[in-house]
């Protein structure tokens, strides 16, 4: 319905598992050895099993179905109508 071939095109499953795995691991490997420094390494383990499993999955399903919600919507643009006072 959206396809114009610029902002909305297809992409193959792979591509957007690459971009999922990206947002959800990027934390992971600067966080990890900091708090192992800190703390020891079964905190460090916890917090990335733990955190990508719990709070990434759950952060990032929330913000997939409030843009699917909204037509496509990208964060910015949520945030900017649930937030901003200025109404459409």
Avoid: H, N
Avoid at 11 to 36: N, R
């Amino acid at each position: 319905m959206y396809m114009d071939g610029v902002d909305f095109t297809p992409a193959k499953g792979s591509v957007l598992f690459g971009y999922q795995f990206k947002s959800i691991a990027a934390l992971g490997p600067i966080t990890g050895p900091i708090v192992a420094v800190a703390w020891g390494w079964l905190p460090a383990l916890l917090w990335i099993l733990l955190g990508v499993f719990f709070v990434g999955w759950v952060q990032d399903y929330g913000a997939m179905i409030m843009g699917v919600r909204r037509e496509g919507d990208t964060m910015g643009a949520l945030s900017y109508k649930f937030i901003s006072t200025a109404r459409p």
